[in-house]
């Protein structure tokens, strides 16, 4: 069957230190891989894409990884700030005829202490 | 910075009747999106548009749901008779493209009772 999981417990960490969230997928095969950010009562918010045929991309304080052959995505935040305590969604870009299609996982609840 | 604009945010109505919830895109995107959150549950895809039809449909996407691009900036979804498994927040997203990162909207909160 198709899955997308992500971290299941949510992250609490120090602020100043890197925050990784994983993203793992089984029987699927994204064009793209895209991350969200997601605050209570809010809509997603775009963050990073990341292409099938790239293994790494940054902005700014953010990271993110994808290897396809183990089907997982790693996205980083480094120097983390209260500021970054939100969910983060990991999303499947299927493509079908030139629009997109995202397909998320149940995200992350990232908690990031002073 | 471009936003996408959802109406209204709330919407309570009761079992059985009729809503229409209203977005405006990026006037610049070609693509529209619905999507849904039942509370505490993931975010779901409901149905692609582009160039006045639908290009894809998810399986929630049953025949008492419809979409609109009534004219030049407006894009609507009809839920016809609302059920209760209906409530949820319902969020609009539109994109340059698919491959391109997608702008939601802030969302429509629908409770049916």
């Known amino acids: 069957s198709q899955k997308i999981e992500q971290n299941s417990e949510a992250l609490n960490i120090q602020e100043g230190k890197t925050a990784t969230l994983t993203c793992n997928y089984t029987?699927?095969?994204?064009?793209?891989l895209q991350w969200y950010r997601q605050d209570p009562g809010r809509g997603p918010v775009f963050l990073l894409l990341?292409?099938?045929?790239?293994k790494e991309k940054r902005k700014e304080r953010l990271k993110v990884t994808f290897d396809t052959t183990l089907k997982q995505s790693l996205f980083h935040i480094t120097a983390s700030q209260p500021a970054d305590s939100a969910t983060y969604l990991c999303?499947?870009?299927?493509?079908?005829?030139?629009?997109?299609?995202?397909?998320f996982g149940q995200g992350t609840e990232l908690s990031v202490k002073p | 910075e471009p936003e996408v604009t959802q109406t209204p945010s709330h919407q309570v109505t009761q079992m059985g009747q009729e809503v229409i919830l209203r977005c405006v895109p990026i006037?610049?995107?070609?693509?529209f999106y619905w999507y849904r959150q039942i509370l505490g549950q993931k975010v779901e895809f409901l149905v692609s548009?582009?160039?006045?039809?639908?290009?894809?449909k998810s399986e929630i996407f049953d025949d008492q749901f419809s979409v609109e691009r009534p004219d030049g900036s407006n894009f609507t979804l009809k839920i016809r008779s609302t059920k209760l498994e209906d409530s949820a927040m319902y969020f609009c997203?539109?994109?340059?493209?698919?491959?391109?990162?997608?702008?939601f909207g802030s969302g429509t909160r629908l409770t049916v009772v």
């Open positions: 997203a539109s994109s340059v493209r698919g491959g391109y990162g997608y702008t």
């Open positions: 029987n699927y095969s994204p064009a793209y």
């Open positions: 990341i292409r099938e045929n790239e």
């Open positions: 999303a499947l870009d299927m493509i079908y005829n030139q629009g997109g299609k995202l397909i």
């Open positions: 006037s610049n995107h070609l693509y």
């Open positions: 548009f582009y160039n006045n039809e639908i290009s894809e």
